[in-house]
């Protein structure tokens, strides 16, 4: 659907999304390691897709068509948004919100308009584009032999406490349980992860295996998983980390961290 906007070209998406906070908390979150946002736009699905400057984090959020009240995409389209001003007009997002998306072929600027859901007053603002039409960076395909399920506030609390004693977090798969340790000289944070406690679930395709990744990155990250109940972790030796969640509506947030060698 091509819808003119008076403006001397055409709307090439117009996508309003219900839940402003669920909305908000999402990107608030996920951006954080990035220093701007990728996104692209097509009949299924909005994507963003981006690495952390120094390439060892590579963030990934779909939200699917279904989750968005209205989603008029006249045809694919991606862009490149500038990461403070988008994130600055989120911040005066509230829980009577919801967010409705723009952008204008003709235009520079991706247009954000909060609308309370109560009272239907709008505040609209804008994020510079910086380019137009560049795809994304590809996605990430590797078969990781160890996946587990956790309760999302166990996974946070795990990687605070372990930030405590080192910078280097190491999982490491032993038979059928997941071994969570940091050490720093005389100091060591160590956490047995088995089914029951705390795993919903644990798949393991190579029973010895292990991998160290960069705390930082994680604790980065850590605070937007929280926005479901459960974290799948996938990971094998010397692989990348993946952490995923998804939301009861199909939206998905996904990161993929680099092994530290």
């Known amino acids: 659907m091509v819808v ?3 403006l001397g070209g055409s709307l090439m998406f117009r996508v309003k999304y219900p839940v402003g906070a669920r909305f908000k908390r999402v990107f608030q979150g996920s951006l954080k390691p990035v220093d ?3 996104m692209s736009f097509d009949s299924s699905r909005f994507l963003v897709r981006c690495l952390s400057p120094d390439k060892n ?12 009240e209205l989603f008029e ?10 990461k403070l001003q988008l994130l600055r007009s989120l911040r005066r997002v509230t829980k009577k919100d919801s967010v409705l998306m723009e952008f204008n072929e003709s235009s520079r600027v991706l247009k954000l308009t909060l609308i309370n859901l109560k ?17 994304l960076i590809g996605s990430i395909s590797i078969d990781l032999p160890i996946r587990f399920q956790i309760p999302s506030e166990d996974f946070r609390k795990i990687i605070a406490d372990a930030k405590l004693i080192d910078e280097e977090l190491e999982l490491r798969c032993e038979g059928n349980n997941i071994q969570v ?19 919903y679930s644990l798949e393991v395709k190579e029973s010895q295996a292990s991998s160290k990744y960069d705390l ?25 980390l993946k952490i995923s969640v998804e939301m ?14």
Do not use: C
């Open 248 to 261: 009861s509506d199909g939206s998905r947030i996904t990161y993929w961290v680099a092994s530290k060698v």
């Open 36 to 38: 701007e946002v990728p």
């Open 57 to 68: 984090l590579l963030v990934e959020v779909m939200i699917p068509q279904t989750a968005f």
């Open 73 to 82: 995409v006249s045809r694919e389209t991606t862009l490149t948004v500038d």
């Open 181 to 199: 340790v940091s050490m720093l000289e005389n100091k060591m944070f160590k956490q047995t992860l088995a089914l029951g406690s705390p795993l």
């Open 119 to 135: 009272t239907g007053v709008e505040r609209s603002y804008t994020a510079d584009v910086r380019e137009v039409g560049s795809e």
């Open 4 to 6: 003119d906007l008076g």
């Open 216 to 240: 930082d990155l994680l604790r980065v990250l850590v605070n937007s998983l929280t926005l479901t109940d459960i974290t799948t972790v996938e990971f094998g030796p010397s692989l990348p």
